[in-house]
């Protein structure tokens, strides 16, 4: 919040001594006025959830599943640590680490999903954003897609501040004609069973061998299991590379009723008038 104050005051016409308000004296008025940021709940996992809100009895029944659960998350956090230092020292070795967010309770949430990629020089972690407008309560309240950049951008408190790559609809790509094409298998595994995509834990995959991928469904298990995407009867006929297309031709349209409520927020002052403009100029579906 300090940085964001300097790149603010740098461009104002105030004293060299309020452009040089150092971050102890900044911290000083923060602590005076009482000011605290929003801390948000740590969040469980669905399983979790649902584990904690069980009756003793069926807390029993599921101790089995419920451990096997515990322990993967356990895995998976070493795995990350482990791979966390090793990027550290070597330069060749990057770890990118994909946060899909969808969060904030609040009166009003609405469509405009904007997906922001985050990244600092060893990783890279995207955000999913449902942006939401929150009662100006406590904390930060967004009112546009914009300003989470801001946000993001100011997230941390040491070192370099995070690089945040904003990103148009036309930069997404569309993988769907290549799970539909008929030469692949999404199917079956090598050993004949049918793939439980939704259980997957682990993905490993080999540019020497492009079209294998291997697949734990319990980290704490030693051998993969493997997959090869293309069908028997295909293999080795003709080049398979297939490049995605683009996703979407144009900007996403909101539905219309959804637009309705966001103006309506406008008209009552939920939303100030600064960014009325933006909610104007939302298209909504034919
Ligand atoms: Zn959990």
Known sequence: MHR???????TKDVSIKTKNTTL?????????????FHKPKKDLCDICERYKMLSIVDQEEEKDLYSE?????????EKKNFDKVKSEKDKEFCVAVFDLEKVLITPQQFLLQTIKNVVTPKMRVIIECTLSLKMP??????????????????AKVKGEPYTVFEMSYNDFLDFKPLVENKI???????????????????????????HVIQIKYNLSSTDFIQINVIKKKQRGRYDKRIIPTRAYKEKLCIEEAKIQD?????????????????YENLKSKK
């Open 262 to 278: 966001l103006l309506t927020l406008c008209k009552k002052g939920l939303i100030p008038k600064t960014y009325h403009s933006f």
């Open 69 to 77: 659960h515990i322990q993967n998350k356990t895995i998976a956090k």
């Open 184 to 210: 692949f298998n999404w199917k079956n595994s090598d050993d004949k069973t049918l793939i439980k995509w939704n259980n997957i834990k682990e993905v490993s995959v080999n540019f020497e061998l492009p």
């Open 24 to 36: 102890r004296q900044y911290t000083d008025v923060f602590n005076e006025y009482n000011y605290s």
């Open 137 to 154: 309560k406590k904390g930060k309240i967004i009112y546009m897609p914009d300003q989470w950049v801001t946000l993001i951008r100011c």
């Open 4 to 10: 964001l104050f300097q790149e603010w005051i740098s």
